[in-house]
């Protein structure tokens, strides 16, 4: 019985993981990483000023979108 619900429970993070990831919920933290790894010398932006810029470019360059 343990064994299933073991399975039950990673299977339940795996999904949770996946639906987190399709709806960028690890970017702002992956763009933080990138930032202190490639241009340590650049400020990093708190996590509402990079959400601001992200929503602002998509909204100013529409291309890969359906509608």
């Known amino acids: ?3 299933g619900t ?3 429970v990673a299977a339940a993070r795996a999904t949770l993981w996946w639906l987190d990831s399709v709806v960028g ?3 702002y933290q992956r763009y ?5 790894r490639r241009h340590p010398d650049r400020p990093v932006p708190t996590e509402r000023e990079y959400w601001r810029e992200r ?3 998509a909204e100013s ?3 890969g979108r359906c509608c």
């Open 32 to 36: 933080v990483a990138h930032l202190r």
């Open 1 to 3: 019985m343990r064994t």
């Open 55 to 57: 929503h602002a470019h």
């Open 61 to 63: 360059n529409p291309g």
């Open 6 to 8: 073991n399975r039950l």
């Open 25 to 27: 919920g690890q970017d």
